[in-house]
């Protein structure tokens, strides 16, 4: 009864106010939804993101949902998700650290069930080219989205062996890099390299810095570069969360400096140089004339 009324808000109230709770709704129990809705509703979803009527958020909730069907049973299902792909990887840079932070957790989540759980559906230029994005992102989000970011870009590296291509700074094939391209198969994304990992490495966030070094040295798995168990075993949401500045608090605490106090202090006119000094002295001792001021002769001569 409850994806009934999901349903015919999405067909037949789009405009809806209870839109949003219903692709939020959707996204989180779309593996229960029977598999002979899914043509027609992975239809409705595209139809919803290409309007423009949705809000960011909402459109994420359409690409996860979507994903959630291809992911389950949905498998089955001879449907290419390339526009979902297409749809998310250009809309990466609409994420900032400001309002829209908060969506990078569902940014997270969406490229999980995209890439990493479709690892065998995913091309290496489509993985290539969202790992390249994502290290653009890191650069303009707040730090607990970085690391979440970066901690995903960990994970498609491993999952993707051939993408350590971008730590190299040699092309790896013809063409020229595209950033501004919105399709993600056909940037040249071979091209290039991940320079970002190197501003990110002076990061002013312990964590992300850690990160960024991990990632430049091919995110390894032992030795000196490799990530403490606290960093490597959590997933990237729980990243997210673990250092959320929501609580206006920094994780891990800033240590208080304690500034060194001078030995010797000098006081009243000691560290003035003898003869101006003397000059200081005589001025003030003067007795300051006092006479009347007179503006009106400069009235008068202006006035001529």
Not at 226 to 246: C, D, G, H, I, N
Request: with cysteine; hydrophobic share 40%; aromatic share 8%.
């Amino acid at each position: 009864m409850v994806f009934v009324t999901y349903f015919r808000i999405l067909k037949k109230a789009q405009r809806s106010p209870l839109l949003p709770a219903v692709l939020e709704g959707l996204a989180k129990f779309a593996h229960l939804i029977n598999v002979e809705f899914f043509d027609d509703l992975l239809v409705v979803l595209h139809t919803l993101i290409e309007s423009g009527d949705l809000s960011y958020q909402e459109s994420l909730h359409c690409v996860q949902t979507a994903f959630h069907i291809l992911s389950g049973q949905g498998d089955v299902l001879n449907i290419d998700p390339m526009k979902f792909y297409t749809h998310l990887y250009k809309t990466l840079f609409k994420l900032h650290a400001g309002a829209t932070n908060d969506s990078v957790e569902i940014v997270l989540q969406c490229l999980n069930v995209m890439l990493t759980k479709r690892r065998k559906q995913v091309s290496q230029q489509r993985a290539l080219a969202f790992i390249k994005r994502l290290c653009t992102l890191a650069l303009q989000v707040l730090p607990n989205s970085s690391i979440g970011i970066l901690a995903t870009t960990r994970i498609l590296m491993h999952t993707f062996p051939k993408t350590d291509l971008l730590l190299d700074n040699e092309s790896q094939g013809s063409g020229v890099f595209l950033p501004e391209l919105d399709e993600p198969e056909y940037c040249n994304a071979q091209n290039t390299a991940l320079w970002e990992l190197h501003a990110l490495r002076r990061h002013y966030h312990p964590i992300v810095q850690r990160f960024a070094a991990h990632l430049m040295a091919g995110a390894p798995s032992e030795g000196s570069e490799a990530l403490k168990p606290e960093l490597s075993r959590r997933s990237a949401v729980e990243l997210f969360e673990t250092y959320s500045m929501a609580a206006m608090t920094f994780n891990p605490p800033v240590e208080s400096s304690n500034p060194k106090k001078k030995d010797k202090f000098l006081q009243g006119d000691s560290f003035l140089n003898e003869d101006l000094n003397e000059l200081v002295k005589r001025h003030c001792s003067e007795v300051a004339i006092e006479s009347p001021l007179d503006f009106t002769k400069y009235l008068k001569t202006s006035l001529r």
